[in-house]
């Protein structure tokens, strides 16, 4: 018996577990102190009431035995696909066939999953700094090399710096699965349609497949950010798209997103939606009724309505931690398409330094850079998930430690 040694080259344990152990241990040794957590991108409001409504009358169905249902269909109920096709999609512009959407638990789950269709000699490249979960579960499936100064080996960086304006650059050598993230998770930065037209150019020119991550498209405030990558010409024969009801209507805990695969997506004279329709149907039995009567009532004029206001919410917390650090003198990116500030560390401080220093001078939790990837460190993290309370009480608190 052998096990996948891929495991045992995976540094270190998961960020957000890292952050979550040495906030306990300061709680643990300082209970008279209130910790207030911007680090995990973890919502707090509570669903909305068109979808709690949804839900319930759900659960009613499954109590009687004229309306109980037992598997869901693998790939999600035809008019959870229909609302989200219709709404999502072409209200957009966009034309896509219910049999290019998947349902499923979760945009991480498809993330990390995604790469069971593809070839382990494929060369990856993912934006640096990055959403964890695209390179740990490349090192799970080999695909990555060895971790060496910092980096994997087999892993193509694509720096996102102040200097490109925290937009990857095109990779010199050729690449043939790339990870995008917009708005971004962590540097909160959005794309411009123009510019994503380039790497679906890009895309299609190499064989190339684009990844693309979109949780946070309900965050988004201009006009010239797409949505979804379908609004480029030419992406449905480069590019696979996951969306998340997590960031979109509260779904962190009841878990529902869905992936995109387009029929036109062909590589090896082979239909990548094939592939994932198998993939799926083998290891995934579908989402629950329950959820994803949730799902499709996110989608209701009232739901719609409940909803923004809720992104509203949080909205309104970017822009108080954007604003209030700006005004104490700090350099800070993001809020404007996203729930997340992307701040750059005090006088050089490495990030898990500025972690520390917050935690322990002023109770307040973000997320160190650096746990996102080499080009991250120096810069720092915070979320607008949290209360607007708390999040008022946190930017005070920075206020009155760093404005002096
Ligand atoms: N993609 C990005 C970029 C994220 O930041 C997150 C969660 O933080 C996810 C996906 C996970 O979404 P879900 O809750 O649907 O698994």
Redesign the pocket.
């Known amino acids: 018996m052998k096990i996948n040694e891929n495991f045992l080259k995976i540094q270190s344990s998961y960020l957000f577990s890292n952050i979550a152990k040495k906030v306990n241990a300061y709680v643990k040794e300082n209970p008279e102190r209130t910790v207030i957590r911007l680090g ?3 919502v707090t409001r509570p669903l909305a009431p068109a979808v709690i409504k949804a839900m319930e009358k759900a659960v009613s169905e499954m109590a009687d035995e004229k309306t109980f249902r037992g598997y869901p269909p693998e790939y999600g109920h035809d008019w959870l696909l229909t609302a989200i096709n219709t709404n999502d999609y072409l209200s957009r512009g966009v034309k896509l066939d219910n049999s290019e959407i998947f349902v ?8 990390g999953n995604i790469g069971d269709i593809f070839s382990v000699d494929n060369k990856v490249a993912v934006c640096d700094p990055v ?1 964890p ?1 695209y390179v740990d579960t490349n090192v799970m499936s080999g695909r990555a090399g060895d971790f060496e100064s910092n980096s994997w080996t087999n892993i193509v960086y694509m720096p996102c710096t102040e200097e490109n304006g925290f937009l990857p650059e095109i990779p010199k050598e050729k690449v043939d699965i790339i990870y995008l ?1 917009f708005p ?3 540097t909160g930065m959005a794309i411009t349609k123009d510019e994503l037209k380039k790497w679906v150019d890009y895309a299609n020119a190499n064989d190339s497949v684009i990844l693309y ?1 979109s ?2 498209e309900a965050y988004i405030t201009e006009d010239n950010v797409p949505h979804s990558i379908y609004e480029i010409e030419g992406a449905k024969t480069c590019a696979i798209e ?6 979109t209507a509260g ?2 805990g009841v ?3 869905y992936t995109v695969v387009p029929h036109e997506l062909v590589r090896g004279n082979v239909e990548i939606n094939a592939l994932w329709a198998r993939r799926q149907a083998t290891k995934f039995n579908g989402v629950s009724y329950i959820t994803q009567r949730g799902a499709e009532a996110c989608f209701t004029e009232e739901g719609k309505k409940q909803i923004r206001e809720i992104i509203a919410y949080y909205q309104k917390n970017a822009r108080t931690i954007y604003e209030g650090l700006k005004d104490c003198g700090f350099t800070v990116y993001g809020a404007k398409n996203s729930p997340y500030v992307w701040l750059k560390t005090p006088e050089k401080m490495r990030s898990w330094d500025f972690f520390d220093l917050l935690l322990n001078e002023i109770q307040v939790v973000g997320t160190p850079g650096q746990g996102f990837g080499p080009s991250g460190e120096g810069y720092f993290r915070l979320t607008a998930f949290g209360s607007a309370e708390n999040t008022d009480k946190a930017v005070a608190r920075i206020k009155e430690y760093f404005c002096k």
């Open positions: 995990i991108g973890d499923s638990d979760g945009a991480k789950s498809d993330c959403y979960v993230c971004n998770n962590p991550d949780a946070y996951f969306r998340s009801f997590s960031k779904f962190t878990r529902c997103g």
